[in-house]
C-alpha cells in the first residue's frame, strides 16, 4: 500500500510569510508525528497527535507553529511570520498506535529566505 | 532529559565485512527502540522496532539487540554491500505516546 506522503517537497519562501506543510500517513494509521531535522542532526520531535486531537504539543518550539488533523486522517503543520531559522526538513511519521512501528514520510524541505 | 548518543559519527568498511553499530542512551525507562537509514535528502526507513520488553530483533542480514539496564543497542549488519551505504538512525521512546529522541546518527559507507 502507499506508504505516507508529504507535500510539497521543496518549499521555498520569504521570511516573514505563512506556509503550510501537509501530511497524509498511511491508511488506518490513528497516530501521527511531526519532527523536524537540521543537516547532520537527528529529527526532533514537534507533535503527536492520536486521532483528531493533538496529544502533545511539547515539541513546538514557539506560537508561530500549529498543526491540525481535523478529520484524523490529513494533518497541517502551519508556521506564521516564518523566520530563518525555521529553515529545516519537516518530517511526518504515522503509526498504527502510539508503541507501534512509525514510517516516515519523504519530508518537505522548508527554505527561508 | 533522555539523551541519545551515537558513537561513531561515521565509520568506513569494505564490502562483506559486518557492521556494528551502537546507540546508547542515558534513561533505562524506555518504552521502545526502532531503527532507521537515511538515504542523503531523503526520509526514514524503519528497519527494526525493539520493544521494551524484547531483548533482540532480526530481519534478514540485520539484527539489533536491547540491553535496556546499560542504556544501549547494538544494530549488526551481516556482509555489508554497498547498497547499504547510508546514515543510520537509532530512535528512543520515553513515554506513552512514542515521540522519539533520536541520535545524530551514525553515517556508514561500505566500499566495492
Known amino acids: 500500500g502507499a506508504g505516507v506522503s508529504q507535500t510539497p517537497s521543496n518549499k521555498v519562501t520569504e521570511k516573514g510569510k505563512y506556509v503550510e506543510l501537509r501530511c497524509d500517513p498511511i491508511s488506518g494509521h490513528t497516530a501521527l508525528y511531526w519532527y523536524r531535522q537540521s543537516l547532520g542532526q537527528g529529527p526532533e520531535f514537534l507533535i503527536y497527535f492520536q486521532g483528531t486531537g493533538a496529544a502533545d504539543d511539547s515539541g513546538l518550539p514557539n506560537d508561530r507553529f500549529f498543526a491540525v488533523r481535523p478529520e484524523g486522517s490529513v494533518s497541517t503543520l502551519k508556521i506564521q511570520r516564518t523566520e530563518r531559522g525555521d529553515s529545516a526538513v519537516y518530517l511526518c511519521a504515522s503509526s498504527l498506535g502510539s508503541r507501534a512501528e512509525q514510517f516516515f514520510g519523504p519530508g518537505t524541505r522548508l527554505t527561508v529566505l | 532529559k533522555q539523551e541519545v548518543t551515537q558513537i561513531p559519527a561515521a565509520l568506513s568498511v569494505p564490502e562483506g565485512e559486518n557492521l556494528v553499530l551502537n546507540c546508547s542512551f542515558t534513561d533505562s525507562a524506555i518504552y521502545n527502540l526502532q531503527w532507521f537509514r537515511q538515504d542523503p535528502g531523503k526520509g526514514l526507513t524503519s528497519l527494526l522496532l525493539?520493544?521494551?520488553?524484547?531483548r533482540e530483533q532480526t530481519s534478514g542480514r540485520l539484527n539489533a539487540s536491547l540491553d535496556k539496564s546499560s542504556g544501549r543497542s547494538t544494530l549488526y549488519i551481516a556482509a555489508s554491500q554497498p547498497g547499504d551505504s547510508a546514515t543510520y538512525l537509532c530512535a528512543v521512546s520515553t513515554d506513552s505516546w512514542g515521540k522519539f529522541q533520536f541520535g545524530a546518527g551514525t553515517q556508514v559507507v561500505v566500499t566495492p
Open positions: 525493539i520493544q521494551s520488553s524484547q
